[in-house]
């Protein structure tokens, strides 16, 4: 079992920025990809950002392409998601994932393990 906390999410203007945190805790962050997705209300969760194990392969939805930055310290067991030039409709609750596998993906139900969101709200 995986056990993933984020934290980092909070309130920000637009144009604003937020560094989002997941530490993972128990099995072994070892050959995990992880990803990031995010639920809007009244909208279905949705990919955001994916990280490979080894950190060399990234995939970003077109929505945050350019603004948005994964990354891992697979020393600390964590990953991130810098979030830059944030606008209204980033407004979700984020949320942390990891793979069983190393290739990082976009498809929600390859991910195994689940952290319990945090939320952002971006004000215009």
């Known amino acids: 079992q995986v056990q993933l906390v984020e934290s980092g999410g909070g309130l920000v203007q637009a144009g604003g920025s937020l560094r989002l945190s997941c530490a993972a805790s128990g099995r072994t962050f070892t050959s995990k990809a992880m990803g990031w997705f995010r639920q809007a209300p009244g909208k279905e969760r949705e990919f955001v950002a994916a990280?490979?194990?080894?950190?060399?392969?990234?995939y970003y939805a077109d929505s945050v392409k350019g603004r948005f930055t994964i990354s891992r310290d697979n020393a600390k067991n964590t990953e991130y998601l810098q979030m830059n030039s944030l606008k209204p409709e980033d407004t979700a609750v984020y949320y942390c994932?990891?793979?069983?596998?190393?290739?990082?993906?976009?498809?929600?139900?390859?991910?195994?393990?689940w952290g319990q969101g945090t939320q952002v709200t971006v004000s215009s």
């Open positions: 994932a990891a793979r069983l596998e190393p290739l990082a993906s976009y498809r929600s139900y390859e991910y195994a393990y």
């Open positions: 990280i490979s194990w080894s950190g060399i392969n990234t």
